[in-house]
């Protein structure tokens, strides 16, 4: 309760909109605090939807979409929230804007709906989602809430988008649904897809591959 | 009975939790560090997929289908808020219980405790429940029970066979920034290739 206070007279000051602070909040998440391969979030959604790049790319906006808006209204009303039910009030506010995520999803896409099949209900339980508001949106502002909920969003997508790129490519050697390599293709280069990429064991190897280049590029190494 | 042995067997090998479908993953991954705690949370994963998917089942058929609470209603679109509402309060009721009389287990669970309520896995057997042809009354119930209980048996397996092999990991010369969260997910990349091999089994 006491940071709690702390924090509302340090932001007494009026800062500019998007302040240095800010855009930190939006950029920090794409690669060095990136909530999949660094704080080890919502792994599930991010190896299971991504065989192909279309669903990945509508997943992953389905996900900043709840991050950001729960973000949002979580920090609207986190000093009325009591912490003893706070993280039922959370899965409410989340499964709300699921649910409407999901409706708009079923009523103008029902392919990609029927595509991510159970993955749209899980973004309830994507722990982004409630790794956010647990440790985010419950001590800040709504403004700040709201880049911090977009920044890891974006940081979510470009990991979803990075491992739906080289599972598609190299499994059925096509990008977003377009014939790029292989037999009667765009560019007509011979390729016999892989289908290594398209089991689940594909996603893991790969997700383990893009950890072990980012973490060798930023020199973070974990003790064991 | 035999169809009850074949969807054990099924949702335990074949459609396994983890390696079919990558459910609760976030806790898999940061818990499999012991086997001591691994079999401490896998333990209380199978205890509440057993208690919340039949419960979730029921209130499926009896009241959020269509027509089944007043004809012409169709509430199925409040599924999401209402399974979850159910598997938290019930996670909740648990952590209490395990508070009160395991402390022990208690604090070495820590965080991970109430995090079940958000352990993808639990929400995704409810989930996939719904696309089941489980059948309405008692069949439908017993089926139910035994999908979420052998669920939950598949993912107990998962995390202490991950936490038995990333014990002897200690041991071996991984190149650094590979260590820890790159070398567990070709781990389990390989372990998922293994239980491949239970495909197509059929009792």
């Given at each position: 309760?006491s940071?709690?206070?702390?924090?509302?007279k340090v932001?007494?000051?009026?800062?500019?909109?998007?302040?240095?602070?800010?855009?930190?909040?939006?950029?920090?998440?794409l690669?060095?605090?990136?909530?999949?391969?660094?704080q080890?979030?919502?792994?599930?959604?991010?190896?299971?939807?991504?065989?192909q790049?279309?669903?990945?790319?509508?997943?992953?906006l389905?996900?900043?979409?709840?991050?950001?808006?729960?973000?949002?209204?979580?920090?609207?009303?986190?000093?009325?929230i009591p912490?003893?039910?706070?993280?039922?009030?959370?899965?409410?506010?989340?499964?709300?804007?699921?649910?409407?995520?999901?409706?708009?999803?079923k009523?103008?896409?029902?392919?990609?709906s029927?595509q991510?099949?159970?993955?749209?209900?899980l973004?309830?339980t994507?722990?982004?989602?409630?790794?956010r508001?647990?440790?985010?949106?419950?001590?800040?502002k709504?403004?700040?809430s709201?880049?911090?909920?977009?920044g890891n969003?974006?940081?979510?997508?470009?990991?979803l988008?990075?491992v739906?790129?080289?599972?598609e490519l190299?499994?059925?050697?096509?990008l977003y649904?377009?014939?790029?390599?292989?037999?009667?293709?765009?560019?007509?280069?011979?390729?016999?897809?892989n289908?290594l990429?398209?089991?689940?064991?594909?996603?893991?190897?790969?997700?383990?591959?893009?950890?072990?280049?980012?973490?060798?590029?930023?020199?973070?190494?974990?003790?064991? | 009975?035999?169809?009850?042995?074949?969807?054990?067997?099924?949702?335990?090998?074949?459609?396994n939790?983890?390696?079919?479908?990558?459910?609760?993953m976030c806790?898999?991954?940061?818990?499999s560090?012991k086997?001591?705690?691994?079999v401490g949370?896998?333990?209380?994963v199978?205890?509440?997929l057993a208690?919340t998917?039949?419960?979730?089942w029921?209130?499926?058929?009896?009241?959020?289908k269509?027509d089944?609470?007043?004809?012409?209603?169709?509430?199925?679109?409040l599924?999401?808020?209402?399974?979850?509402?159910v598997?938290?309060?019930?996670v909740q009721?648990?952590?209490?219980s395990?508070?009160?009389?395991?402390?022990?287990?208690?604090?070495a669970?820590?965080?991970f405790?109430?995090?079940?309520?958000?352990?993808?896995s639990i929400?995704g057997?409810?989930?996939?429940?719904?696309?089941?042809?489980?059948?309405?009354?008692?069949?439908?119930?017993?089926?139910?029970?035994?999908y979420?209980?052998?669920?939950?048996i598949?993912?107990f397996?998962?995390?202490?066979?991950?936490?038995?092999?990333?014990?002897?990991?200690?041991?071996s010369?991984?190149?650094?920034?590979?260590?820890?969260?790159?070398?567990t997910?070709?781990?389990?990349?390989?372990?998922?290739?293994?239980f491949?091999?239970?495909m197509?089994?059929?009792?």
């Amino acid at each position: 309760m006491s940071t709690q206070v702390a924090d509302a007279k340090v932001e007494k000051v009026s800062e500019p909109l998007f302040s240095k602070k800010n855009r930190k909040l939006l950029v920090d998440p794409l690669d060095g605090n990136n909530p999949v391969t660094v704080q080890v979030l919502g792994i599930c959604s991010a190896l299971a939807v991504t065989v192909q790049m279309k669903p990945a790319l509508f997943m992953a906006l389905g996900l900043t979409f709840v991050t950001a808006f729960s973000n949002l209204f979580i920090s609207f009303i986190r000093n009325t929230i009591p912490s003893r039910i706070r993280i039922i009030v959370q899965l409410a506010v989340v499964s709300l804007w699921v649910i409407l995520v999901d409706q708009l999803l079923k009523a103008y896409m029902y392919d990609i709906s029927k595509q991510l099949s159970v993955f749209v209900g899980l973004i309830i339980t994507n722990c982004i989602v409630m790794g956010r508001l647990e440790a985010f949106a419950m001590a800040n502002k709504p403004w700040p809430s709201l880049l911090d909920g977009l920044g890891n969003g974006f940081g979510y997508g470009i990991i979803l988008l990075a491992v739906a790129f080289f599972r598609e490519l190299l499994g059925s050697g096509s990008l977003y649904g377009y014939k790029i390599i292989g037999a009667d293709s765009l560019t007509g280069l011979p390729y016999q897809g892989n289908g290594l990429m398209m089991l689940p064991a594909g996603a893991c190897i790969i997700v383990g591959l893009l950890i072990w280049a980012q973490r060798a590029r930023n020199g973070y190494a974990e003790d064991h | 009975m035999g169809d009850l042995i074949s969807l054990a067997i099924r949702s335990i090998f074949v459609d396994n939790m983890i390696f079919a479908y990558f459910l609760g993953m976030c806790s898999y991954l940061a818990v499999s560090k012991k086997v001591t705690t691994a079999v401490g949370l896998g333990a209380a994963v199978i205890f509440v997929l057993a208690i919340t998917v039949p419960l979730n089942w029921a209130i499926n058929e009896y009241v959020l289908k269509p027509d089944a609470l007043i004809a012409g209603v169709d509430l199925s679109f409040l599924q999401f808020i209402v399974f979850i509402s159910v598997i938290s309060g019930f996670v909740q009721l648990t952590e209490m219980s395990v508070e009160k009389f395991a402390p022990a287990l208690y604090s070495a669970l820590g965080i991970f405790l109430p995090l079940i309520a958000v352990n993808c896995s639990i929400l995704g057997a409810a989930l996939f429940m719904l696309g089941k042809p489980f059948g309405g009354g008692l069949g439908g119930f017993a089926s139910a029970t035994v999908y979420g209980l052998s669920s939950g048996i598949g993912w107990f397996i998962a995390i202490v066979l991950l936490a038995a092999i990333r014990e002897k990991m200690k041991y071996s010369n991984v190149p650094k920034p590979l260590k820890g969260l790159g070398i567990t997910f070709i781990l389990v990349g390989l372990m998922s290739l293994g239980f491949l091999s239970f495909m197509g089994i059929t009792i």
